[in-house]
């Protein structure tokens, strides 16, 4: 029987692959006030501009390719049972092949009604005022905003109480509640945090492995040894 790795990963993985960090030092996203394109508020008072940002976010998409530690993860499939919960809306860790990814803040390549959030469609083109589902009301980006509940906290919390070993990737553990899933490992399970500034120290945590450095750097040596220690 595998044992199970549950990764989870934030925006430095997607960074190496030429996505755009979520927040900049500067506190703005894309040259935009965070609230103004990610927030039920701000889609209210201009929909037109947040359509805009995430079609601009979309299109990126198909410029970029999974990296070195994207397909790290990959390379652990036949070892362990991998399950991936990442705070990244974009789809490399499917380009790269990895089988199960649960999207806690949704995805780029989905949209949803308005009226009906279980109402989800795939969409690969531009998104547009106009764009309505079946029962008439707009569509909008299928993206957990600022203020609204993470639908998929709950299933992320389960995954992570399986964890054997638990591998953290180019994320901050400073946005919540998906900061918060570290929690629910047991004690004694193996924790690897990689991250070129991490912001954890060895104290924080039992059987914590600090890999300072970036993911494409660190996720290959580290799956290399796991994949050592069972094959």
């Known amino acids: 029987m595998k044992s199970n790795i549950v990764v989870l990963t934030g925006a430095g993985i997607s960074a190496e692959s ?3 960090t979520f927040r900049g030092s500067n506190g703005l996203w894309e040259g935009h006030d965070i609230m103004e394109v990610a927030s039920p508020q701000g889609f209210a008072k201009n929909p037109e501009l947040v359509l805009h940002f995430y079609n601009q976010r979309r299109k990126q998409l198909f410029e970029v390719f999974p990296n070195k530690a994207h397909k790290a993860l990959v390379d652990l499939e036949p070892y362990y049972d991998v399950s991936i919960i990442t705070q990244n809306v974009d789809d490399l860790h499917e380009k790269a092949g990895s089988s199960q ?40 980006p299928h993206i957990v905003w600022f203020g609204e509940q993470v639908p998929l906290l709950n299933s992320a919390v389960e995954i992570t109480q399986t964890a054997d070993i638990l591998i953290i990737i180019g994320t901050s553990m400073q946005v919540y509640p998906a900061a918060s ?13 990689i991250d070129p500034k991490p912001s954890v120290q060895k104290s924080d945590f039992n059987n914590l492995t600090i890999i300072p450095t970036t993911a494409v750097e660190g996720v290959p040596i580290l799956a290399s040894k796991l994949i050592d220690t069972v094959s």
Request: net charge negative; proline share 2%; with cysteine.
């Open 18 to 20: 030429g996505i755009n």
């Open 101 to 140: 990814v649960l999207h806690l803040h949704g995805e780029l390549l989905k949209v949803r009604s308005t009226y009906d959030e279980s109402v989800v469609l795939h969409w690969e083109k531009d998104l547009l005022l106009g764009d309505v589902c079946e029962n008439g009301s707009q569509l909008r």
């Open 181 to 193: 899933l570290i929690g629910y490992v047991q004690s004694q399970t193996p924790i690897y945090f």
